[in-house]
């Protein structure tokens, strides 16, 4: 999966590269399309694709770990469980460390646009407006590119 993105000089000028894209015709299917005009850029408001979530959920989780661990085998020093000594105790701070970064990076939409998106969304003014195109193959991602190239987009790229 791909994002298409073009700034337009324009609402205008990208209503009717929207009208276009959101049209189910025998050319092509419908594309979910995103349509942003004030910078920065909300990461929580934007396709998955754009985002790189990923990366800093696993950083989260990562954080977490090394704290819960680090947490695991302070206390397993003190704490004087039965048959379990440090180490596995260290092994259970890791894990529930872990998962509380997952946790908190999910739920704290941890998200942030990619950053040639931060960087388009610079050139926001007052008028114009960034489109965000999802597309799913490389025949689509093509045409898309193609079509606001025609229809006047300032800057096009994709992330």
């Given at each position: 999966?791909?994002?298409?993105?073009?700034?337009?000089?324009?609402?205008?000028?990208?209503?009717?590269?929207?009208?276009?894209?959101?049209r189910?015709?025998?050319?092509?299917?419908?594309?979910?399309?995103?349509?942003?005009?004030?910078?920065?850029?909300?990461?929580?408001?934007?396709?998955?694709?754009?985002?790189?979530?990923?990366?800093?959920?696993?950083?989260?989780?990562?954080?977490?770990a090394?704290?819960?661990?680090?947490?695991?085998?302070?206390?397993?020093?003190?704490?004087?469980?039965?048959?379990?000594?440090?180490?596995?105790?260290?092994?259970?701070?890791?894990?529930?460390?872990?998962?509380?970064?997952?946790?908190?990076?999910?739920?704290?939409?941890?998200?942030?646009?990619?950053?040639?998106?931060?960087?388009?969304?610079?050139?926001?003014?007052?008028?114009?407006?960034?489109?965000?195109?999802?597309?799913h193959?490389?025949?689509?991602?093509?045409?898309?590119?193609?079509?606001?190239?025609?229809?006047?987009?300032?800057?096009?790229?994709?992330?």
């Amino acid at each position: 999966m791909a994002i298409v993105y073009a700034l337009f000089e324009t609402r205008d000028a990208a209503e009717l590269v929207v009208a276009e894209l959101t049209r189910n015709c025998a050319q092509h299917g419908t594309f979910e399309v995103h349509v942003h005009d004030t910078a920065p850029l909300n990461a929580d408001h934007l396709p998955e694709a754009a985002t790189e979530s990923a990366r800093n959920t696993v950083l989260a989780t990562l954080a977490g770990a090394a704290l819960g661990g680090v947490a695991g085998g302070l206390g397993g020093m003190w704490i004087a469980f039965p048959g379990l000594g440090p180490g596995v105790i260290f092994g259970f701070g890791v894990l529930a460390g872990g998962f509380v970064g997952v946790l908190s990076a999910v739920m704290s939409g941890h998200r942030a646009a990619k950053p040639e998106l931060i960087e388009v969304a610079r050139e926001l003014t007052g008028k114009s407006v960034l489109v965000l195109v999802v597309t799913h193959s490389i025949r689509e991602r093509d045409w898309v590119e193609a079509y606001c190239d025609e229809h006047g987009a300032e800057q096009l790229g994709r992330c």
